[in-house]
């Protein structure tokens, strides 16, 4: 039941992550889906192994990890526009096939 | 708490060592000095490989989380002989203009990602795996991004950075699926509990864990960002990206598919798996026909590169371990000097396309006998390593009896000589092709030089003296991981 929001925020995060053309939306997209999947391993542990805490830290860890994440692709992502002076992926195809 | 246990992963500490002096130099040294930072951070790493080879004693720590055995021991000492490797090629580089003024932080981010990489290898706990893996990647995609000056180097990194967060987390759900499976995330409690287990959820949770880790081994329905990527980092990000991080990240998906799901092996991933391997190697080979750019077609080669190694684990078995670990090395040596003339030559002239090379024989043989070289064994020449890991891990994947693995050895087979076209293509520009505009005579430093011996002595004597297979096999066939 509690994995229905979750798979739903999944789908929005990879539907977003195809659709959007600005890269700072696609890294909203990447932060729902890692989110998603954080809700997951706590529904899971809550309400199927509530005698361990395995899905809780794992939890925190992916907090921390995906917080990680985001502090470097805002890096680059604030690289690419000092450089192409924009942050639609359109603008950054050079390279090809 | 028992402090003890820290002497069970000697490996990491010492590297962090090395981390932690080569920070402390990048520091706190006068500028200076600062130009002897490279030689340096090789130098100490170089000392800390060499006492690497000292036995280590097998067991667990921190409650099982962590693995050390003779196995792990012998990953992490092939990874940082192509690391030093990578590090010694790197010096002249690091001390060039553009470069110099961020030299330390190449050093420091690329010995950090090879400690999330010794987590990968060590690790017996999903979240262990998880933090070395990321832990692995996202300072590549900082070290992509590392030539500021090119507009490329930026595309490369955003590239990455975005696919590998979107591959982690389609990762991450699959091992939720597991953890809500399962109720754990210890290797071996998993492996226990879904012996007989044939639930759609499971099948999911797979298909998800072997795309999460395909993507880092760029296996073909996940390998889009690696041609960009390879072509627009610099070339000692390349190497490092296109042999240590892919050797990891395959002995870690072994132990992962072998000791995690073994119980799944027969009836659900084996397949899976076969499908990859088949269009990892044919698309891997058919596209790198294609590349102009030096760069981008050693990406597709190693491509199809990564479907050979996965003949290994789709072996399951101490023949394929072991098969699979040789190649790795053998890869590493072929690869990395492939890299290093191409650094050479780029570093000094900026070309990187096959058409520059054209009669590069008669300005650089010593060049272009090493990138002969490199080009045979990769291609699977026989005197050469690059034929005895191919025969070796075509044995180990014919070694578990099953009449479709050998057709798929037999679809490898015909791809070993696809894939010698586009490599004598190389080959052929070098030595046959005349051109007016061609590369002049250049004089490499002596720590490329070096390199460049290190990999042409591993490329001639690897396949040649047997102890190297040997003692693999040996390690190897002294584990019980393995379902059967």
């Known amino acids: 039941m509690y994995l229905i929001p979750s798979l739903i925020m999944f789908g929005c995060g990879v539907y977003g992550f195809i659709t959007r053309k600005n890269m700072i939306a696609i890294l909203i997209s990447l932060e729902l889906m890692l989110n998603s999947v954080d809700i997951n391993f706590v529904v899971f542990n809550r309400y199927l192994y509530p005698a361990q805490h395995d899905g809780m830290f794992f939890t925190l860890f992916a907090i921390a990890i995906a917080a990680a994440e985001t502090a470097v692709a805002i890096a680059i992502i604030i690289n690419v526009y000092r450089v192409v002076k924009n942050v639609d992926i359109n603008q950054i195809t050079k390279m090809k096939f | ?484």
């Open chain 2, 1 to 484: 708490m028992d402090y003890s246990q820290f002497l069970m992963m000697p490996q990491e500490i010492g590297l962090l060592l090395v981390f932690l002096l080569v920070f402390l130099y990048d520091t706190f040294m006068p500028s200076s000095t600062q130009k002897g930072l490279p030689l340096f951070a090789t130098v100490v790493f170089g000392i800390f490989m060499i006492l690497g080879f000292m036995p280590v004693s097998d067991g667990f720590a921190f409650g099982e989380m962590f693995e050390s055995n003779k196995a792990t021991w012998a990953m992490k000492n092939i990874l940082n002989i192509g690391v030093f490797i990578v590090l010694l090629q790197s010096i002249k580089w690091a001390n060039s203009d553009f470069v110099s003024v961020r030299r330390g932080e190449f050093y420091e981010l690329i010995l950090l990602t090879l400690f999330g990489m010794y987590l990968m290898i060590s690790g017996r706990h999903f979240l262990i795996f998880v933090i070395g893996l990321e832990t692995a990647s996202l300072p590549l995609a900082t070290l992509a991004a590392f030539e500021k000056r090119y507009y490329e180097s930026h595309e490369a990194a955003a590239k990455y950075v975005l696919t590998a967060v979107f591959s982690s987390a389609i990762m991450l759900l699959g091992l939720s699926f597991v953890y809500g499976l399962t109720g754990t995330l210890y290797f071996s409690e998993i492996a226990s509990s879904i012996v007989g287990d044939n639930s759609l959820l499971l099948i999911v949770a797979l298909a998800f864990v072997i795309s999460g880790v395909g993507y880092k081994l760029s296996l073909v329905p996940f390998h889009l960002w690696t041609a960009d990527v390879y072509q627009g980092a610099p070339t000692m990000v390349t190497s490092y990206l296109s042999v240590i991080s892919k050797g990891s990240a395959a002995f870690a998906f072994f132990v992962i598919m072998v000791q995690v799901f073994g119980a799944a092996y027969s009836h659900i991933w084996e397949w899976m798996l076969y499908a990859i391997i088949v269009i990892t190697i044919t698309v891997g080979n058919l596209f790198a026909i294609r590349q102009r750019n030096l760069k981008r077609f050693l990406a597709f080669s190693s491509i199809s590169q990564a479907g050979y190694i996965m003949l290994g684990v789709i072996a399951a078995n101490a023949v394929g371990m072991a098969s699979m670990m040789y190649y790795i090395l053998v890869y590493i040596f072929s690869n990395l000097a492939a890299f290093g003339v191409i650094a050479v030559i780029e570093r000094q002239t900026g070309k990187v396309t096959t058409d520059d090379y054209n009669g590069l024989f008669k300005t650089n043989p010593w060049l272009a006998f090493v990138m002969m070289l490199a080009m045979f064994s990769l291609g699977g020449i026989p005197p050469f390593a690059g034929f005895f890991s191919k025969f070796f891990i075509f044995v180990g994947a014919c070694s578990t009896g099953n009449v479709a693995v050998y057709a798929l050895v037999l679809i490898a087979l015909i791809n070993t000589i696809i894939s010698l076209y586009y490599y004598l293509l190389v080959v052929k520009a070098m030595f046959i092709r005349q051109d007016e505009c061609v590369i002049p005579t250049l004089k490499s430093h002596w720590t490329e030089k070096a390199g460049l011996i290190i990999c042409t002595m591993g490329i001639v004597l690897i396949g040649l003296i047997s102890c190297f297979y040997t003692s693999l096999s040996d390690i190897t066939a002294a584990l019980n991981i393995f379902p059967g």
